[in-house]
């Protein structure tokens, strides 16, 4: 049986239409999720959309309509996106399906069973935009404005079930404290644990002041606050709290390797997720990875300035660079660690140049071109069993040899979530193929037939070795690299098992080689702008 693994999105608001940043944590995600089916994990990749909550009440009653019909509309839009995106989700899971609204409610009840819910009067510093309650301390950071819209907070008073969070102070911070790597990138953590150390407060997880929720069991009036609802979605998913006897299951899954989500949500994630799975006795995920922004030319991305990229700027991109190279720009190049990641246009054309089009394009086509003119388009055979005619490019590995422990850097990067230096050992692969080509000058040796049998050799590893790395940047560029594959093809193309597909030198002498042009020059002149 392979190892089961698990990922999730932050589940989306359907009072919001797709941007750059749902698109990012879900190719991120998706990236991961097909490096791990490569390597031949049993990948359960989850995302969805968070559907109930004021403010879809609020934006339904403006534009005149109910509720669920906005929900169904905008989960339809993200659900079309997400296939523009070509992300390869295992379900998507929305906060108003039945599934997922008799789990929570049986969840409820066990929470209230265990002690860890009661009712109880909250006054507090309100974030309507958000949703979020704020502590006295809290809101005085903040100067009492949102952090997210920069409105004024409100002061607000309600009768709520309450969940016990300060009961869990301890053992959080114990977690934190045993598993260095449950909340990345390490500065998040410790953001984490300084607010952990200031003390935590009973959370309300009830709300009497809308009715667009799940009703709390046996509490007329009282619906569930929504980001408790939300946060559900990643076990009702699986399952986990449902008695349905024709339920799939997906118990295997849990828990979660990687919750990835945004840097503004990490509280949510970090902490007052896990501090509801410890009262239900529950495993924590693994890790919460969150990520930061993508901002624009400098500048925050927001409603307000209208400087989102949205899906109208999104598919200008896919139309002059083509899906995969948005795709690749978006893993290498996004926020994924600790500090914001600049999107503009000239940045986005110079690493499609530089590592499309130069590397991953030119390498291949170089090598296929010459196998074409040297050898009639056949895979010449190598004598030299893998070792380089030339050591300047591999010091003193053999290609065999270098392939097999790029493989390995690469499957325990993609295993740690490091996507980009898992795109960087692939791509470095390539480079030292063109050094090689560089320093060795097939070029020349074909003018004098007596270098033939050298000459065959050089071609061959390279061509063995362009292959490896094209199967190392498929969860990158899923089609580009199918291309390839069926290009450099080999017994070992596609569907085969991983320790086949990454094997150096199962290309047969004699098999027919491609040359192909994968990613055209584009003029910087016709760039999309930013934003
Ligand atoms: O917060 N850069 O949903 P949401 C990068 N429903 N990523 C960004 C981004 C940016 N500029 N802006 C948004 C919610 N994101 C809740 C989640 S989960 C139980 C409930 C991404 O529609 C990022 O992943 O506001 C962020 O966490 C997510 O969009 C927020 O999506």
New binding site residues.
């Given amino acids: 049986m392979s190892q089961a693994v698990c990922i999730t999105?932050?589940?989306?608001?359907v009072n919001?239409r797709p941007h750059?940043?749902?698109a990012?944590?879900t190719t991120i995600c998706d990236v991961w999720s097909r490096a791990e089916r490569l390597m031949g994990r049993d990948v359960f990749f989850l995302t969805g959309t968070?559907e109930h909550g004021s403010k879809v009440e609020k934006s339904a009653a403006a534009r005149g309509i109910s509720p669920q019909a906005l929900a169904d509309e905008n989960a339809a839009e993200f659900q079309r996106a997400l296939a523009t995106f070509g992300i390869s989700n295992s379900d998507f899971i929305r906060t108003t399906q039945a599934r997922h609204e008799t789990q929570v409610q049986e969840q409820l009840r066990r929470l209230v069973k265990s002690g860890s819910v009661y009712l109880g009067t909250f006054e507090g510093w309100y974030d309507e935009g958000q949703e979020e309650y704020h502590t006295e301390t809290r809101a005085r950071e903040l100067s009492y404005l949102s952090p997210i819209s920069g409105k004024p907070l409100t002061r607000a008073t309600e009768q709520n079930y309450y969940f016990k969070l300060s009961a869990f102070a301890d053992r959080l911070a114990k977690h934190f404290a045993d598993h260095p790597t449950f909340v990345r990138p390490s500065e998040r953590a410790n953001e984490m644990l300084g607010r952990l150390r200031d003390g935590l407060q009973d959370v309300p997880i009830t709300r009497t002041n809308f009715s667009w929720g799940i009703a709390m069991p046996d509490a007329p009036g009282h619906v569930v606050y929504v980001w408790i609802d939300?946060?559900f979605?990643y076990i009702t998913a699986l399952e986990l709290g449902s008695a349905d006897p024709a339920r799939p299951d997906r118990s295997r899954y849990w828990p979660a390797t990687y919750h990835i989500?945004?840097k503004?949500?990490l509280w949510?994630h970090a902490v007052i997720w896990p501090a509801l799975l410890m009262a239900l006795e529950l495993p924590l995920p693994k890790c919460v990875y969150a990520?930061s922004?993508?901002i624009a030319d400098g500048q925050k991305?927001s409603k307000s300035l209208g400087n989102f990229v949205d899906l109208a700027t999104i598919d200008r991109y896919f139309a002059q660079f083509g899906l995969d190279a948005w795709r690749w720009y978006m893993a290498t190049q996004g926020?994924i660690a600790a500090t914001d990641a600049d999107f503009n246009a000239k940045h986005f054309h110079e690493i499609y140049t530089a590592d499309l089009v130069n590397t991953v394009g030119n390498c291949p086509s170089r090598v296929g071109a010459m196998i074409g003119k040297y050898f009639d388009g056949r895979l010449p055979a190598d004598s030299t069993a893998g070792q380089p005619a030339h050591d300047g490019a591999i010091g003193s590995h053999s290609w065999d040899s270098l392939c097999a422990t790029t493989v390995r850097e690469w499957e325990s990067r993609m295993d740690a979530f490091d996507l980009q230096g898992a795109a960087r050992i692939a791509i470095d692969l390539l480079r030292r193929v063109d050094a090689f080509i560089n320093e060795t000058a097939p070029f020349k040796l074909a003018k004098d037939p007596a270098n033939a049998v050298q000459l065959a050799s050089i071609l061959n590893q390279c061509a063995q070795t362009v292959r490896v790395a094209g199967v190392l940047l498929e969860p990158f560029m899923p089609s580009k690299m199918a291309a390839l594959a069926g290009a450099f093809g080999g017994q070992a193309s596609s569907g085969a098992p991983w320790v086949v597909r990454v094997k150096y030198g199962t290309i047969a002498a004699g098999h027919p080689i491609e040359k192909l042009a994968l990613f055209p020059r584009v003029d910087p002149a016709t760039c999309v702008p930013a934003g």
């Fill in positions: 999105t932050p589940i989306y608001y919001d750059i940043g749902h990012y944590t968070d939300a946060l979605n989500v945004g503004e949500i949510f990520h922004f993508w991305m926020p």
